[in-house]
């Protein structure tokens, strides 16, 4: 095998995303023992400084799971809804189908609230649900990942909680590129990853958890091993983690939050994002025929689903992905599932455009000035 033959290209996907060459070299320092003093020199700043870029303080306990995101979610729904209970899961999109479906194959009794791509949490038809299925439990999606959709987290948590629910929220997508205020937001979870927004590899979830979830974890029978936030709380309160974690991804999430919190600034790296996606509506407008997604007020700071013009197909979109590649970019021609549906459904199709993490507004400018005679031709 030659790597040689792997392609250095800039990701403007939806995550994995770019990553700065000071991360990349961060990966060469010296691996550690996770139960050694050495262990505390690497988590102890990295669960300081993610309670920051949060905007939580102590009410907030932080738990890193060897996996992703989805461990994270999965350990939720394991540890939180009794065999007695529902869970109420609500979806603006795929990721929101996901959380539904973790919920089923833990056997938890679910059910669904679903709504179509591009349309963000209905709060009238989610007090209805509320009504009718009384959830101990209500996962739901702040930044969807597949149509670009932001819910109002803090509204929906409010509803959750008139009806004595607790909220479970998927941040994946958004932790790191965008204020999400946790303190005072009614979240009582708060899942996350790495390898969007923050700008790292994969390899590690992030769980946010108050004291209230954990009281309520420990009333909970069969959580399992790695997805008993009780347990893993037990390693995560000594800056550990349960299991043995990837020391090289921990060596660059140290030096990465780090320069976000210190070099950066966390409110400088928000008003970046904030620039971007500025950018890419200001480019979408530009071209004939396409259309942003999300509705306003509702589009994230992270990423941007389009929509293309009628009669543009997914192979037509898959020929603009290689003709990017040429160029040196790896271009997202839409989720793949979704995408499908709306095909055969004649419906038009989606493009996303992903403005996250350490892309500058530079390197944006410059894909979308590479990308344009690609979609309009």
């Not at 400084?49 to 996996?67: E, S």
């Not at 008993?228 to 995560?236: F, K, N, S």
């Not at 550990?240 to 939050?257: D, I, K, R, S, Y």
């Amino acid at each position: 095998m030659s790597t040689q033959d792997f392609a250095e290209l800039q990701l403007f996907i939806t995550g994995p995303t770019f990553i700065r060459p000071e991360v990349r070299q961060a990966g060469l320092l010296p691996e550690f023992g996770h139960r050694d003093s050495e262990n505390n020199k690497r988590f102890k700043p990295v669960m300081e400084n993610l309670k920051k870029l949060a905007g939580c303080g102590d009410d907030y306990n932080v738990i890193i799971f060897n996996g992703s995101g989805s461990s994270a979610m999965e350990a939720t729904v394991r540890s939180l809804v009794a065999d007695d209970e529902t869970v109420l899961n609500v979806s603006v999109g795929a990721f929101g189908d996901l959380y539904h479906k973790m919920a089923v194959v833990n056997g938890k009794k679910a059910v669904q609230l679903k709504f179509a791509a591009g349309e963000a949490i209905d709060l009238g038809k989610l007090e209805a649900a509320l009504a009718e299925h009384k959830p101990a439990c209500v996962t739901f999606t702040h930044n969807e990942t597949s149509t670009g959709v932001t819910n109002d987290m803090k509204a929906v948590c409010a509803l959750v909680r008139k009806f004595g629910a607790l909220p479970l929220v998927d941040g994946v997508s958004i932790f790191g590129g965008a204020a999400i205020d946790l303190t005072g937001s009614g979240a009582a979870t708060y899942a996350t990853s790495t390898q969007k927004s923050l700008a790292l590899p994969a390899g590690f979830g992030l769980l946010f958890a108050t004291p209230e979830a954990i009281e309520k974890a420990k009333t909970v029978k069969n959580k399992g091993f790695a997805t008993d936030i009780v347990a893993q709380l037990g390693r995560a309160s000594k800056n550990q983690t349960l299991t043995t974690p990837n020391c090289t991804l921990a060596n660059q999430m140290c030096v990465q939050l780090d320069y976000i919190v210190n070099t950066e600034g966390i409110a400088n790296r928000f008003a970046r994002h904030e620039k971007m996606r500025g950018m890419v509506a200001d480019f979408v407008a530009s071209l004939p025929g396409f259309e942003l997604l999300a509705p306003e007020g509702h589009r994230s700071a992270t990423l941007t689903a389009v929509r293309v013009p009628a009669g543009v197909t997914v192979a037509e979109l898959k020929k603009v992905k290689e003709a990017m590649r040429a160029k040196g970019y790896l271009f997202d021609p839409g989720y793949g599932k979704l995408n499908t549906e709306l095909e055969e459904k004649g419906q038009r199709v989606l493009i996303r455009l992903g403005h996250m993490g350490d892309i500058t507004p530079e390197m944006l400018a410059k894909y979308l000035e590479a990308l344009k005679p690609e979609l309009v031709k």
